[in-house]
C-alpha cells in the first residue's frame, strides 16, 4: 500500500505535470525548430508568438463565454483556437513581409535575423502587454478536473488522490494529434516534401523549380499554428501572463537545442528531457520517501535538489552542457 502511496505521489506531481509541460515545450520548440531548419534564423520573437495567439484566443473566448456558447465538460478556448490561429498566421506573414524579406534579398547573415527577430520580440511584447495587460488572465471554463484527489481516494482507498486535470489530459491529446498532423504533412504532401528539400539543399531546391516564397509562406504558418497552440495549452494549464511567455523562451530553445536543432524529433525529444528535469529537480520528494522508508529513515528536510525559483536554471545548465560536449544535440540536428 505504501508503495502504491509512493507512486500515486510521483504520478501526482512529476509524472503527469512533467508530461503535459512536455508536451507544450515540445509544441514551441518544433515551431523554433523548424524555423531554423528551413528559414535558417533563430527566432527570439517566438516566445510572444506564442502570447500573441494566446491572447487572441483568450479574447475570442471572452466573446464566446459572454455570448453563452460553451463546450459543456471542455473549454470554449477550443473553440476560439482555430481564429488564434489564423490571426497569428497572419501576423507572421505580415512580419516576414516587413522585415524578414529584405533581408532575404540581401541574402543577410543569420546574426541579422537574430538581431531583427528581439526587436520583433519587444514589439509583439508590447502589443501583447497594451492589449490583454500584464496579469494573470484565467480563461479556462468546462470540467476542472478529469478525476480529482477524492474521487481518487474512494475509489481506490489510498492515503494519497490522484488529481488528473483537464487542461493536461487536452494538453497531452491536442498535442499528439497535433504532432501526427505536422508529420503528415512533412512526410506525405507535395509541401511537406518541398519544405524537407528546402531545408536539407537550398540550392539544390531552387534547381528542381521549388518556389522558396511559398515553403516560407508555409512555414510561418506551421509556425502560428504550433505557437497558438502551445500558448493556449500552457495558459490552459497554468495561467496567461505576457511575461510568462518571454521566458518560457529560454526551456523551449533549450528544448530545440538539447534534442537537435532542425530536428523535429528532436524537439519533442527535448521537450520532454527538459520538463522531466525541471520538475524533477526542483521537486521535493520527502512525502514519496516517507512511504518506502523504513520508520527510522525517514528524512527531516524536503529532499529538493533546487527550489523552483530555479527552474529555468535547470534548462540553462543542461543546455549549455549539451552545446560543450553534443552541440548537434541528441538527434544530431544541425550545429549552432
Do not use: C
Request: proline share 4%.
Amino acid at each position: 500500500m505504501d508503495f502504491l502511496n509512493a507512486l500515486v505521489t510521483l504520478l501526482n506531481f512529476v509524472i503527469i505535470p512533467a508530461t503535459a509541460y512536455g508536451a507544450q515545450l515540445a509544441l514551441g520548440a518544433l515551431g523554433v525548430t523548424l524555423i531554423y531548419g528551413i528559414l535558417r534564423f533563430s527566432n527570439f520573437a517566438h516566445g510572444d508568438t506564442m502570447a500573441f495567439g494566446a491572447m487572441v484566443t483568450i479574447l475570442v473566448t471572452w466573446f464566446l463565454q459572454g455570448a453563452g456558447v460553451s463546450l459543456g465538460p471542455l473549454p470554449t478556448a477550443l473553440l476560439a483556437l482555430p481564429v488564434g490561429i489564423a490571426a497569428t498566421g497572419l501576423l507572421l506573414i505580415g512580419t516576414d513581409r516587413a522585415v524578414y524579406r529584405f533581408y532575404r534579398a540581401q541574402k543577410a547573415k543569420p546574426v541579422i535575423y537574430v538581431i531583427a527577430s528581439l526587436g520583433v520580440m519587444f514589439i509583439m511584447n508590447g502589443i501583447v502587454r497594451f492589449i490583454i495587460g500584464v496579469d494573470d488572465q484565467r480563461f479556462a471554463d468546462g470540467e476542472r478536473f478529469i478525476i480529482s484527489a477524492r474521487t481518487f481516494r474512494e475509489m481506490t482507498g489510498l492515503e494519497e488522490g490522484l488529481a488528473f486535470r483537464t487542461s493536461q489530459g487536452i494538453t497531452i491529446v491536442v498535442a499528439i494529434i497535433a504532432v501526427a498532423l505536422l508529420f503528415w504533412f512533412l512526410n506525405r504532401t507535395r509541401t511537406g516534401k518541398s519544405m524537407r528539400a528546402f531545408s536539407d539543399n537550398e540550392d539544390l531546391a531552387l534547381l528542381s523549380g521549388i518556389n522558396p516564397e511559398r515553403v516560407v509562406l508555409y512555414t510561418w504558418l506551421i509556425v502560428a499554428a504550433l505557437a497558438t497552440t502551445a500558448g493556449v495549452l500552457y495558459g490552459l494549464d497554468k495561467s496567461f501572463k505576457p511575461f510568462t511567455y518571454f521566458q518560457l523562451l529560454l526551456p523551449i530553445f533549450a528544448s530545440a537545442i538539447v534534442g537537435g536543432l532542425g530536428n523535429p524529433l528532436g524537439a519533442i525529444l527535448g521537450g520532454f528531457v527538459i520538463a522531466f528535469s525541471e520538475i524533477t529537480v526542483t521537486y521535493a520528494f520527502r512525502r514519496v520517501v516517507s512511504y518506502l522508508a523504513p520508520e527510522s529513515w525517514q528524512p527531516d528536510g524536503l529532499l529538493q535538489l533546487l527550489s523552483t525559483d530555479y527552474k529555468f536554471a535547470v534548462s540553462f545548465a543542461i543546455l549549455l552542457i549539451v552545446l560543450l560536449f553534443r552541440p548537434t544535440g541528441i538527434m544530431k540536428g544541425k550545429s549552432i
